[in-house]
């Protein structure tokens, strides 16, 4: 993991700031590290983890495959190694971001496929959501709009790439689907001569089933730090 770690920071600070602000690389309750999960992952039933997450395993290969932010993955058991399909990205988040894999092994271990109702939520809105909102304002919903809020040509052709959908929301907005069922949407209204740009990221209510207020805090900083890697492919 601390190889992991110091390659990331070597590349990057977007793709940690969340994460280490945060103390994300350890357990929010036991403060244990990336070793915990893997350790649980190895113990844990796979065949419990597909049906609970109704994703597919293939017990001859020892893989699942689940879609993660547009691409589809296999992840081993019960070593956690990840591959991808080939589509045509050219960038694999859960291959690159130790935090796109924490997210992704918690999402495994603790993960529910609960459907949402259609409503959408601001992070406020999520419980415990006014505990890291500060950290998930500035690092999140200020970094989205300073990035693309002057760039939307470029911010539809990053989602367009990711094959999010667009909605009817702002001045442009998308939403992807990070995990199967679970959708987030990103919304830019332009900067002018009078007002700076701004942004809002919106989540599915069935959000709280099985992610934590720190899970989705680091969400966000993975998928705009995602977007940044994606860019060079179509920019």
Known sequence: MNSDINELKSGGEEFLSVGD?????KDSKERMPWEHYLDAYSKADPDEIAARLQIPYNQDTKCFTLPFLGSVYEISWPE?????????QKYYPLKEMI?????TIRFLLEGSAVK???RMKTYREMPWGE???RQFDGRCIKRLAFSYGNRLKDFRAVMEHLHAAPV?????????????GYQ???ILWEGDEEFPP???ILFSDNFPISFQAEDMAVMGDVIIGSMKAFSKAVI
């Open 99 to 103: 935090y796109a894999r924490i997210l």
């Open 131 to 133: 505990v890291y909102l």
């Open 184 to 186: 987030i949407q990103m």
């Open 168 to 180: 009817d929301h702002g001045d442009a907005a998308y939403e992807i689907e990070i995990f199967p």
């Open 116 to 118: 949402g109702s259609g």
């Open 21 to 25: 602000r945060l103390g994300y690389e």
């Open 80 to 88: 956690f190694q990840v591959s991808h399909h080939e589509d045509g």
């Open 198 to 200: 701004s942004s809002q």
